[in-house]
T-cell receptor
Framework: QQQVKQSPQSLIVQKGGISIINCAYE??????FPWYQQFPGKGPALLIA?????SEKKEGRFTISFNKSAKQFSLHIMDSQPGDSATYFC????????????FGTGTQLKVEL | NAGVTQTPKFQVLKTGQSMTLQCAQD?????MSWYRQDPGMGLRLIHY???????DQGEVPNGYNVSRSTTEDFPLRLLSAAPSQTSVYFC??????????????FGNGTRLTVT
């Protein structure tokens, strides 16, 4: 079953606009919430991550907002650029040991000129 | 420093054939894992390992075997390929450690088609 739900499935944003991708989780035993970025033909790469004791984390144009009570977190890409066009995955790590990540289904972002 | 290397990049199998997907990392990572990526389903964990000699099942382990004889290598074996195993397979590795938020480093994947 899908423990991390991600939306939207695809997103088209104009250059300079804000891209917003949302995720919701069901398992309260998750302790780490990373976002991965994937370009065609490549493996996913870590973009930004947050722990559940923090409500927001910003790195450059990328911000994660985290709402623990609602079990939701989102990625905001400010001033979106064509080079940001990629597939984005949210993920959550269980506390049972190892570095097991449960991924969302992915969002294909296209930034148009 | 090559990171995570996966071979082959592409493979076509007939139903019932077996094969091994290779994964090697040169970062001395304790943790290694295999995911499959299917359209609309994200990445799903197949098997993982927290060190040499230790492996465990993930979310979708049926039809796959793994072993971890060295820190560097974590091969994935398909014993009798089925069309449902047509997918893109990713190997990923990371450090372990209490409280560590070590990112997973992914290889560039193996695209497998089973006919």
């Amino acid at each position: 079953q899908q423990q991390v739900k991600q939306s939207p499935q695809s997103l088209i944003v104009q250059k300079g606009g804000i891209s917003i991708i949302n995720c919701a989780y069901e398992n309260t035993a998750f302790d780490y919430f990373p976002w991965y970025q994937q370009f065609p033909g490549k493996g996913p790469a870590l973009l930004i991550a947050i722990r559940p004791d923090v409500s927001e984390k910003k790195e450059g144009r990328f911000t994660i907002s985290f709402n623990k009570s609602a079990k939701q977190f989102s990625l905001h890409i400010m001033d979106s650029q064509p080079g940001d066009s990629a597939t984005y995955f949210c993920a959550a790590r269980g506390t049972g040991g190892g570095n097991k990540l449960t991924f969302g289904t992915g969002t294909q972002l296209k930034v148009e000129l | 420093n090559a990171g995570v290397t996966q071979t082959p990049k592409f493979q076509v199998l007939k139903t019932g054939q077996s094969m091994t997907l290779q994964c090697a990392q040169d970062m001395n990572h304790e943790y290694m894992s295999w995911y499959r990526q299917d359209p609309g389903m994200g990445l799903r964990l197949i098997h993982y390992s927290v060190g040499a000699g230790i492996t465990d099942q993930g979310e979708v382990p049926n039809g796959y075997n793994v072993s971890r004889s060295t820190t560097e290598d974590f091969p994935l074996r398909l014993l009798s390929a089925a069309p449902s195993q047509t997918s893109v397979y990713f190997c990923a590795s990371s450090y372990l450690g209490q409280g560590a938020n070590s990112p997973l480093h992914f290889g560039n994947g193996t695209r497998l088609t089973v006919t």
